[in-house]
């Protein structure tokens, strides 16, 4: 399953209809972070075969708003990021992963595009992954989370 992340998008729908344009059908899930709720519902409904997953930003709640995903045997964790101070510290953020016992990290908040490993207790791993900003990104960005049927993952970003 191909997963595209966006975050950050700020009001720019156009990016994210290119990003799924050039993906053409083999898109399994869209994931946002927040900050363009109201633009990813707009794209969405233009691609309604293609499950969502949304979250608010600090744009629209102050208040926490994660999801946990689970597909092919990957558990991701999803979160804006404000309300644990991703852009200070990411410990409380991967303090949450650990607790969902997520393979995958996503957060977004930042605008900046990132892509590493955490080892966590148990010399467990954890991939955690910032999109960038599709809409206010220098360059633009967006995540890409391929999950074959085997229980692996690759994660990559694409710019436009």
């Known amino acids: ?90 410990m409380r953020a991967v303090l949450f992963a650990e607790e969902t016992e997520a393979d995958i990290l996503l957060y977004g908040h930042t605008h900046v595009a990132e892509d590493r490993c955490e080892i966590l207790n148990g010399d467990r791993r954890l991939k955690v992954f910032n999109p960038g900003s599709i809409g206010r990104g220098y360059p633009p960005s967006y995540g890409i989370i391929d999950i074959p049927r085997d229980g692996s993952f690759m994660t990559s970003h694409a710019y436009l």
């Open 1 to 90: 399953m191909k997963i595209l992340v966006f975050s950050d998008s700020h009001g720019n729908t156009s990016r994210m209809m290119t990003a799924l344009y050039d993906h053409g059908n083999s898109v399994g899930m869209i994931i946002h972070l927040g900050d363009g709720v109201r633009d990813i519902e707009y794209v969405s409904s233009r691609f309604p075969e293609i499950p969502l997953v949304s979250i608010k930003g600090n744009g629209e709640t102050v208040f926490r708003d994660t999801r946990t995903v689970n597909t092919n045997g990957i558990t991701i964790a999803c979160m804006h990021g404000h309300s644990f101070g991703v852009k200070r510290d990411m």
